[in-house]
Every structure is written in C-alpha cells, then in structure tokens.
C-alpha cells in the first residue's frame, strides 16, 4: 500500500506541474464568480425579488395546476407525435411534487434557503459539471495518453512496480483532480450565493425527486446528493477518456472522442429514445445523473436507479477496456 | 555461472506471425561493458525492451541479477538502470524535478544520491532549468542521471550516441569508462555505430535479422578479418597502371583505386617491390599503410552485406 500511495502522490506532483493543470483551476474560479456575480446583476437590474407571495389558498392552487397538468401528461403519453414525450418526464415531477406538498400539507416556501439557490443556480445553468468534465478528460487523456506520445511511459514502466500499480495511480490521481475541481466549484459557489442573496435557511428542507419517487430530505442533503451526482458524471467521463488514451495511446484521439461524446453524446442518445425504446440502453443518454433530480427523467422509462445501473455497467467496461489495453500491450 | 549479471537465454519474440527476434542468448558478467551492435531494424530495441518490461516475452528466460524479468519483475528492475530509445523526460519540468520524481520511486535515494548523480553527468548548471531548453547530449546525460539514481549493477543504454555531435560522444564515452572503471556498474550498450563500440566496449554482439550472429571480445573480431599476417598499401606512383602490371608480374593481388595502387603484401616483399618500381624507373610519390580494418569491415563481412 505504501508504494502505491507513493506512485499516486507522483502522479499527482506531474499532473499538477503541468501548466494546464493550474490554468484549468484558475479559469474554473473565474467562471464561479462571474456566474454568480451576474446572475446576482441580473436579478437587480431586473427588480426580481428575493421573496416570493405565497397565497393562503396554496392547496386550492396547487390542485387546480393539477387538474391541468394530469390530462395534459395523459395527452402527452397517448399522443401520436412522438416529439412530446420529451416533456414526460418533467411533467410527471410537477405532479409528483405538487400532489407530495397537498398530501402532507407542506406550504410552498416564500424564500429559497441558500443549499436550494445552490442547486437551483447550478442545474439552471447546466455548465459546471460539463466544464469541469471537460478539464478532467484533458488532464486524464494528459496524464494517460500523453505519456506515450511524450515517451516517458517507457521510464515509468522500467520500474519496480507493476503495470497495474503505476495505471491505478494514474486513474486516482486525474479522479482527485476532479474532486479538487469540483469541490472548489461547489464551495466558490456556496459561498458566493450566500453572499450576494443571504446565508439563509441552512436547516430547510426538500423534496427530493428520483423519477420515481420523492423523498423529503434536509436541503443540505439534497444539495450534497446532487453534488455527488454530479461528480459521479464527471467519473464515468474520465473513465471513457480514461480507456480510449489506453487503447489508442493519443491524446488527441482520446480527448477529441471524449469531449464529442461529453457535448453531443447524451443529446444524441435522448433523441434516438424518442424513436426507438431501446435506445435508452445505449451510453451517455442517462449520464447527466443530477437531471433526474432537477428536470426530471428526459428519457420516458428511466429513473435514477436505471440511470445509476446502466452507466454503472459502461463504466465497469471503460474500466476493464482501459486495463487490460495498458496491462496487455507492448509498449 | 551464477554471477552473472544479465543471462538471457533463447529469447524469442514474434508478433502476429513475424518473428521480431529469436535465439537471442547473452550473458554478461558483472563490470564488462558489452556493445550490442546491429543495423537498423535487427531486433536491438525489440530485445532492450523485453530486458526492461516494455515487451512481453515470446519465449526463453531473462535473468537480471538472478532475478526473472517474467516471474520477479520488481526484483529484476531494481538493478536495472535503462534509458530506452530516446533519453525522454518530462520536459515542462527542471531536471531536477525530474530527478525527485524517479528517485521517489525507490527506496534508499535521498537528496544526497540525488546531487551525487548530478555531479557525475556534470550537470549542476543546468539541473534547476526546464529540460526542454536542454540539448540533445544534456538531455542524455541527465537520461543517465536518473538511470544511475537507484545504484544499479546493470546499465542498458539504446543507441546512447544517436544524434550527439563528435564532442558529445566523446565525452559520453569517457563518462561510461568512468562509471564501469569506478563503481563496477555494468554497461549493455546497443549501437549501429560500430567504430564507438570499437573504443568502448570489452565484448561485442552481433544481431543481423533478429538473430545472434556472434559473440566475441574487440579484439577477436578485428582479428578475424587480417588473414595470413597481410596488410594493404597504398601506393602513388606517376604510372599507376605500369607499376600494377609490373607487381602482379610478381604474383601479387593489387588493385587500381582513386587513391592509388592497392597492393596486398606482407612484409618481407615489401622492399622487393619497391626496387622494382624504382628499376622500372616509375616514381613513387607516397606509400601508405591502409588503416587497420575495423569493426565495420567485420560488420559488413559477417552480416553479408559487404560484396
């Protein structure tokens, strides 16, 4: 164990001597707080307020949204035109969520507590976890692929230590560059929203939807969840990217697929579901793991548990993939 | 013998259906410094990498200090110092840097071996710079630098001089004479230079096609081309074809080149032919010995690609 710690903190001292490694963080921080500060300018120079009314009769309105929304999902489920079932599932998470709230009576908050502005910030811009995704798979395929074309990995494996030992730590180095990534992200931005709209209801909390059922959990667990999705996205990137330096050896190979299948991959998939059912099988439709929490399913039939056991299995491919291209081959 | 530093026995090699190297055996023993000669594309590099790890084995064993590169690799690569091809570092690094990296991956080397080394590739000037403002021969000896950096017993170096200018060989040599005079190390040395492993090396090996082709010390091998105690001279004379009819007139193989008259002789008719040139009134300008035949004539002969 000694010996791969230390092969992991080499890894690590590489990878963050790289230049791009410390621009990619830089730029990271950057882009938090300019997110933040304009959507905070935004919502000034507009007057939206930071409280919204929330009427007496919450309950007559939430079911009279309902004896809206119902039919209009059952015109969506029987209707011929297949492009409507794109909305299925966030139709069905408004219903679920307005139904749980008249059910057991909970009123609609009139402020937003600082782990639900999170979130909401988050997924409403939908960009953190691709960017840092992208970082990643340039510092893996780096890390992975770039020592083949550098020729260094001929130094590396002329070592005493096994072939598995030295890709392992490579692996859990580029994963702890995402964390690092990642948690600076989540923390800039807590900190931020905090500051521009209040540190307010720390203790709230929330309805968490998994395109099956609801559950009412502590905001700050629900934030943290989502977190976690999240990251999970971010690992089964790393570990395409992580495969495709293995088997092809190139960087540009690895980070020109990886970053294809990172921006239009999943858009692709979720339109073929529409069309053909069993596309929802296919990788990358179901990566984006905390959609399913924010929007709601965007592929009708799935759930996070689907979601979780589909790209669960993908992954443990890449996986595999990777090893037994970086264990097997002739270097 | 069991002291041997590096035993390679049968080794064989095929990808797909082609036979990359095969009956490769070698056995060195500890402070010798073997030159592993061979021209492009024989199964040099194919056969330093299966040494190291970089290639799986086909077949037949390498022992590396006793250890099998197949069943106890960590054993047989902590007394293995290599630079494989080219003295690749990382280059968005000091030297130095690069230095701690490879040393943090053995036990035993502290930042004093660390400067150690760096006094001995003579490198200290340059240790703090990125290694890519280094040249081609800074990158080399700093290639050395980390090989050494674990105290190996065996040092294996691809084609060490590809690229250096004459400066840069020359010192390079001088270094590895250091090193194997100094701390015993062992050196394995592959080049298609032959003239350096000439003034190198103790013992030299042959590979033609993925094959050993012969084994044996500077000295055999240069013997084997002078047959029968002949040498060639050189002759310049004003009439050339005169003196070479005049000479073969005394059954002597001579032959007409740019330089001159090349006459095969030994010794003792060398006055004789000069007393009848000069009786012939032909008039000699120079004579020179050829230079003693080298490994590249043994090369071209044993590999058939001489005539």
């Not at chain 1, 997110?35 to 309105?61: H, L």
């Not at chain 1, 209707?79 to 307005?98: F, M, P, W, Y």
């Not at chain 1, 979720?270 to 990566?287: D, H, N, R, T």
Request: with cysteine; proline share 2%; aromatic share 8%.
């Amino acid at each position: 164990m000694r010996t791969f710690f230390t092969l992991v903190s080499i890894e690590n001292t590489k990878l963050w001597k790289r230049l791009s490694t410390k621009v990619m963080l830089i730029i990271m921080i950057v882009i938090v707080i300019a997110a933040t500060s304009g959507y905070k300018f935004y919502n000034v120079s507009n007057n939206i307020p930071n409280i919204a009314k929330v009427s007496e009769s919450w309950q007559q309105d939430l079911q009279q949204e309902l004896t809206v929304e119902k039919p209009k999902l059952q015109a969506m489920e029987n209707s011929t035109d297949k492009t409507v079932r794109l909305l299925i599932g966030v139709t069905k998470k408004a219903i679920a969520e307005n139904e749980f709230r008249i059910n057991n009576n909970i009123k609609p908050e009139s402020s937003k507590s600082v782990w639900t502005r999170v979130t909401d910030f988050t997924a409403k811009i939908d960009l953190y976890d691709k960017i840092i995704a992208l970082f990643v798979i340039i510092a893996c395929a780096a890390t992975v692929a770039g020592e083949f074309s550098e020729g260094t990995i001929k130094m590396m494996i002329s070592r005493p230590y096994k072939r598995h030992e030295i890709i392992t730590a490579k692996l859990a180095a580029t994963i702890l560059y995402g964390l690092s990534l990642s948690v600076t992200t989540f923390v800039l931005n807590f900190i931020f929203m905090g500051i521009y709209f209040g540190f307010t209801g720390m203790d709230a909390k929330e309805m968490l939807w998994t395109s099956s059922t609801i559950l009412y959990v502590p905001a700050v667990l629900k934030t943290l969840i989502v977190f976690g999705l999240d990251f999970l996205e971010i690992i089964v990137y790393v570990l395409l990217t992580f495969a495709l330096s293995a088997i092809f050896r190139s960087r540009s190979i690895a980070t020109g697929f990886s970053l294809f299948l990172l921006l239009v991959g999943g858009s692709i998939v979720q339109i073929l579901s529409i069309y053909f059912a069993w596309c929802k099988y296919l990788p990358f439709g179901v990566a984006d793991f905390a959609n399913f929490v924010n929007i709601g399913a965007l592929i009708d039939g799935t759930t996070l548990s689907f979601a979780l056991i589909v790209m669960g299995i993908y992954s443990s491919i890449f996986c595999f993939a990777g090893y037994w291209a970086f264990i097997k081959k002739d270097i | 013998m069991t002291d041997a530093i590096l035993k390679i026995e049968n080794l064989r090699k095929v990808i797909g259906n082609r036979t990359i190297v095969s009956e490769i055996s070698i056995e060195l023993k500890a402070g010798e410094i073997f030159g592993f000669l061979g021209p492009n594309g024989a199964g040099k590099s194919t056969t330093i990498k299966m040494i190291v790890g970089l290639s799986k084995i086909t077949e037949g064993t390498i022992l590396v200090g006793g250890c099998s590169v197949t069943k106890d690799f960590k054993g047989a690569m902590n007394s293995i110092g290599c630079i494989v091809e080219n003295p690749d570092m990382y280059e968005y690094m000091s030297g130095l840097d690069n230095l701690r990296i490879f040393a943090k991956m053995y036990r035993n080397v502290d930042e004093k071996r660390i400067n150690e080394v760096i006094e001995i590739v003579d490198l200290d000037r340059a240790i703090n710079h990125k290694v890519k403002t280094y040249s081609l021969g800074m990158k080399q000896r700093l290639g050395i630098a980390q090989a050494l950096l674990h105290r190996p017993r065996l040092l294996i170096l691809d084609e060490p001089t590809n690229g250096l200018d004459p400066a840069g060989i020359k010192e390079l040599r001088e270094l590895l004479r250091k090193l194997s005079i100094e701390t015993g190390l062992t050196l394995f040395i592959s080049s298609h230079i032959l003239s350096e492993m000439q003034q190198m090396c103790d013992r030299v090996g042959i590979i033609n096609e993925g094959k050993m082709i012969t084994i044996k010390t500077v000295e055999e091998l240069v013997n084997l081309t002078q047959e029968n105690n002949k040498t060639i001279l050189i002759f310049q004379t004003d009439d050339n074809e005169m003196a070479a009819s005049l000479i073969s007139n005394m059954k002597i193989n001579s032959n007409l080149t740019q330089d001159g008259l090349q006459v095969e002789t030994t010794r003792d008719r060398v006055p004789q032919i000069v007393s009848t040139l000069t009786y012939a009134h032909i008039a000699i300008y120079a004579m020179d010995k050829k230079k003693l035949q080298s490994l590249e004539d043994v090369f071209m002969k044993l590999t058939g690609k001489g005539k």
